[in-house]
C-alpha cells in the first residue's frame, strides 16, 4: 500500500535524523558536529516530504492516524508483550501466538465453512486476515466454480457422467 511504503520511509528517515542528533551531541570536534548535524537535517527534510506527499495523496488525518499506528508498532513498550496481555485476559481462549503468520495459521485451523473472520487491532495486524484469505484462496481455488464459464461446467459434469 502506497500510504504506508511513504510512511515507513518517513519513519526510517525520522530514526537516521534520530541518531545523527545524538551523534552530533556526543561529539567533541565542531567539525564533525556540523558534519553530522548537516546530516540530521537532510534527514528531517526527507522525512517532511513523505510525511507530506502522503497527506497530499490520502490526506491529513488519514495520513496522521496511520503514522500513529506504525510508529506505535515500531516502539516497543517495556513490560507490554502479547504474552502479558494473554495473561492479565485470563480466558482460557485467549493465548499469544508469536506473530502474523502463526495468528494465520492458528485461525485457519479453527475456522469453519459459513465463518466470518474479524480482525482488529493496530500495526500490522490487518495482515492476519490478508493472510487467512490469501490462504483460503489458494486452498479453494481448484473448487472455484465461479471462475469457470457455464459451458466448462456443463463439459466438466459431462465428462463426469460418462465416467
Known amino acids: 500500500m502506497l500510504l504506508d511504503r511513504l510512511l515507513i520511509s518517513a519513519l526510517i528517515e525520522a530514526r537516521s535524523c534520530e541518531r545523527f ?3 552530533a551531541d556526543g561529539l567533541d570536534s565542531a567539525e564533525l558536529r556540523g558534519f553530522y548535524r548537516g546530516l540530521m537535517e537532510s534527514e528531517a527534510r526527507h522525512y517532511r516530504l513523505f ?3 502522503a497527506e497530499q495523496r490520502f490526506g491529513f488525518e488519514a495520513t496522521r ?3 500513529a499506528t506504525l510508529a506505535a508498532r515500531e516502539a516497543e513498550v517495556p513490560g507490554v508483550s502479547a ?3 494473554a495473561r492479565r485476559i485470563r480466558h482460557a481462549d ?3 501466538l508469536g506473530g502474523v503468520e502463526q495468528a494465520a495459521e492458528a485461525l485457519l485451523e ?3 465453512p459459513g465463518d466470518v473472520l474479524l480482525t482488529l487491532g493496530a500495526g500490522d495486524g ?3 486476515g490478508e493472510l487467512v484469505l490469501d490462504r483460503l484462496r489458494a486452498a479453494f481455488a481448484p473448487f472455484d466454480l465461479r471462475r469457470r464459464s457455464a459451458g466448462q461446467n456443463a463439459g466438466a459434469a459431462a465428462r463426469e457422467e460418462e465416467s
Do not use: D, S, T
Request: glycine share 0%; hydrophobic share 55%; charged share 25%.
Open 51 to 53: 510525511c507530506r506527499l
Open 83 to 85: 504474552e502479558a496481555l
Open 65 to 67: 492516524a496511520r503514522l
Open 110 to 112: 479453527l475456522l469453519r
Open 126 to 128: 490487518y495482515r492476519v
Open 94 to 96: 485467549v493465548q499469544p
Open 21 to 23: 542528533a545524538l551523534l
